[in-house]
DNA sequence: TTGTGATATGACCGCCGGGTCATTAAAATG
DNA sequence: CATTTTAATGACCCGGCGGTCATATCACAA
């Protein structure tokens, strides 16, 4: 074994577990969190024993799955912070980025959604749910540093990280399974305005 | 068989049925949507098979629980209406009682939240998607009712109604699991004072 | 070409959970 | 109390899934 064929048979097993992944990805954007091994295998052309040479068991391999999704997000993501654009322009553009991610990569966003609470059928509820989400949880962080970065009040960050990610959620909640709807932009505009301004001014004149 | 006994036997299901609830609301607020029918069974004082005499299948039974619970959250809703308070104090008045009573009936919140997409493991999934939300979604059609009568732009009642539902419950996500945070009011302040005047006013003064 | 180690395979196992049904217990009837 | 009708039971069946492992296939060296 030289370090050469070291790196020869890591490229060929990151290949391998890149295609698996894929494969994988293709599953739950079909079946959920349903899908099984054997789905996972077929759609990724393998035989289900394969599965288990490059991840230990399911739950390693969902995580995989999920981290994928999540690193793409968070990859345009960090590009809006980079572009160091005022407050709201950079709400606005936190919103549309997630929503158009998700609009076009709807199996991303199944694979997002349905891994929200990794166990799923857990019984570890209760108490050990202080562990609660999953890698998903680094875009909220990734939101709550911003917020601290840029609010009067530090305390209020993760409330706020949260609160815009659930409600971009809520938006694909609706969007994803309709075949039509607002398009794409007025709903961004529209939860942009909601989010910066409030309820308030929506009051029928009455 | 006479009438009277009809009603009679009428009364013994109902109340057996009732029962039966109760039992699969503790089997899930313990073990979430992995529950099983005999978990349900042995929370109900009851063999497994009993089960099946009162409710064709576990979908049903989920089915009735979702709905029991959640007639207790709208007769609530219902009341905070009745009052005609403002359009702000209802505002505030629905976020606040959303979280009180979830706050104080964490089981219930765990099957409202659980059973969110009923079927769960469901591989009708794309197209059938259509008629997605349970009775839960009885709660946002409430919501967009009175939306509906109080906004200017109808048009928006249901995507706000939605937002209003989803956002409370993203708080909630977070309280749950957690043994300690901001009090329940200040939980609730921080929210309707988001809601209604969103964040603008809360960009660093800089 | 043949031998050898690495990789892939899918039949197989054990378990679990939904649902059934012959049997048993209880209640109603006379 | 005997009999019949109704309700409850839990052992059992079956399908499905995660995970394993003896076997087959492949890649490459000699």
Chains 1, 2 share one sequence.
Request: aromatic share 8%; charged share 35%; proline share 4%.
């Amino acid at each position: 074994m030289t370090t050469q064929s070291d790196t020869r048979e890591a490229l060929l097993e990151r290949f391998r577990v890149e295609s698996i992944t894929e494969g994988a990805l293709r599953a739950i954007a079909r079946k959920g969190a349903a899908a099984t091994m054997q789905d996972i295998a077929d759609e990724s052309s393998i035989a289900k024993g394969t599965l288990y040479l490059y991840f230990k068991d399911r739950d390693e391999l969902l995580h995989r799955v999920s981290e994928a999704a999540l690193a793409q997000l968070l990859a345009k993501i960090e590009d809006v912070f980079s572009r160091k654009l005022t407050f709201e322009e950079t709400i606005r553009e936190l919103v549309l980025t997630k929503l158009r991610f998700f609009d076009e990569r709807r199996d991303l966003y199944r694979v997002h959604f349905e891994l929200r609470f990794p166990g799923g059928r857990d019984p570890l509820c209760d108490s050990r749910a202080s562990v609660p989400p999953p890698e998903r949880q680094m875009y909220v962080d990734r939101l709550t540093r911003y917020f601290q970065e840029v609010l009067e009040n530090k305390e209020e960050a993760p409330r706020l990280a949260l609160f815009l990610s659930e409600t971009v959620a809520a938006l694909l909640i609706r969007r994803i399974p309709e075949t039509s709807g607002p398009k794409l932009e007025d709903d961004a505009h529209f939860l942009s305005d909601l989010l910066l301004n409030g309820l308030s001014g929506r009051r029928k004149k009455s």
